[in-house]
Structure formats: C-alpha cells, structure tokens
C-alpha cells in the first residue's frame, strides 16, 4: 500500500514538474541566471569577450 501511495506520488509530483508552466519558468530563470552571470561577470576573459560581443552587435556605446 505504502508503494503504490508512494508511485502516486511520484507521479502527481512528475506531472507538476514536467507541466508547461513550470518548464517555462524554469527555462526563463535558468536563461536569466547564465545571461546575468555572463554579462556581469568580472572574470577578464569572459568580461572582454562580452563587452565586444556588446560593441559588436548591439552598437552600444558604453566608453
Ligand atoms: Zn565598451
């Protein structure tokens, strides 16, 4: 009884997570977590590579 209350779970618990709303959600937060990280980073190589990818493509002029 305890496994098959347990699989129901399960299930309840995987048809929530894989549902639309939730996979786009996470899709966004995760998108905007890597593209914050990028964009502000502070690591040289990452920053450099960033801020001409900026110039470059946007043509914003930041100096
Ligand atoms: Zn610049």
Redesign the pocket.
């Known amino acids: 009884m305890t496994v098959f209350s347990s699989t129901s779970v399960l299930q309840k618990t995987a048809s929530i997570t894989l549902s639309k709303p939730v996979q786009v959600t996470l899709y966004m937060l995760l998108s905007s977590l890597v593209i914050w990280t990028v964009f502000f980073s502070t690591y040289p190589a990452a920053h450099n590579t960033t801020?001409?990818m900026?110039?470059h493509t946007l043509g914003?002029?930041?100096?």
């Open positions: 801020h001409s900026r110039h914003v002029a930041c100096h």
